[in-house]
């Protein structure tokens, strides 16, 4: 049976995330915008319909807010309707089976919640938290009821949040993610608040707290990926020139086709597939192309790539082949990141793209060379198919004669 509560009321954007039909939602969001109201609503909302809900925060203190927000909406309630409620263990219970509760993550007290079972976990200021806690404790006590999870946090460098908010902005589907920086909070003290932070704290304190941007921990390659993003997708025009760049793989990483207008120096398409044939990759090359009407092709050519260049070429198609080698994947890289560092590259909004490019990092070998890739476990095929095109487009505009 369903307990009557009087629930604050959520702005229009703050609902249209609690409504939204995925069952893990990661909020990217600025200080002020109104996640722990937001998060309440939900909270409360679930434990008034009978549900289970646990809210963990990385200390009590970060909950002091919450809890605050509990005791006051719960006065309203008869008493016979509150079986139990206590402000020192932040624990409340309803007489038709809804139940909450509060964990910090600092004191090791979310380990309390191992054999637990939740309808709803909010995990409050999520990025500040610990990995394990998210994978190894909170997740496992979703499973038995099929239950949902809240994530909202300002950004703390690229961690496990930036990970699984990056996952939900290419999913939006069971998975999504939102992007919620200070200002869409309408409050005039708000407004005035964030426009006034900008001159009294660090250009990156105010990225990452205001605008809810994340920034780089150090080591990264490219700067300015932001930047140099597009408003929106360019359109086909006769009267430019386009390449293509195209990195190769067919099982666990992805072959990556990216489409540039060199008249432009402008992304204009890109796709992205994995666990098809060489034949069934090759016909969606052809098919991109045409689209495009590309006058160059450049195209990994090591092991696997040999074999497909060759292929295509017999089709007819301008395929060039680039044979990667350290140095020259060192040279094709360090291209790229001076056309981020000069902002003179447009792209393409496109979250593996973006989330690929911002991990991408370099390491210096004993012998005083630079390592370029992903971080382990990670992909960078995207950066790839993007530098080779963007390579391609240099050469393009400025050889008369292509030699590769």
Known sequence: ?????????????QWAIIRHPATTKFICAGRRMGKTLMCSAAALGTVAAGGSVAWVAPTYKNAAAFWRGVERITMQLDRRQIVVKSRADKILELSNGGMLSVYSDASGNSDGMRGEAFDLVILDEAARIRPETYYDVVLPTLADRGGSLIAPSTPKGKNWFYDEYMRGLADMNEMAS??????????????????????????????EEWLAEFQDDGGTVF????????????????????????????????????IFDATTNQMVDIDRFNQISWDVQR?????????WKVDMILAELNSIGGPNVEALQREGLPVQGFTTTSASKAELIQALALAFEQQAIGLLDYPPLIHELNRFEMERLAGGSWRYGAPQGSHDDTV????????????YVYLPVMVW
């Open 178 to 207: 939102f992007h919620a920086p200070t200002n869409v909070n309408p409050l005039p003290l708000i407004q005035k608040a964030f426009y006034a932070a900008k001159a009294r704290v660090s250009e990156r304190t105010y990225q």
């Open 283 to 291: 016909s969606r090359l052809k098919v991109m192309a045409d689209r």
């Open 1 to 13: 049976m369903a307990v009557s509560l009087a629930l604050p009321r959520l702005r229009p954007d």
């Open 223 to 258: 700067r300015n990926v932001r930047a140099c993003i597009l408003d929106s997708a360019p359109v086909y025009d006769p009267g430019h020139r386009y390449v293509m760049g195209v990195d190769w793989a067919q099982s666990y990483d992805y072959t990556v086709l990216v």
């Open 384 to 395: 790839i198919a993007l530098a080779l095109a963007w390579w391609a487009a240099l050469r």
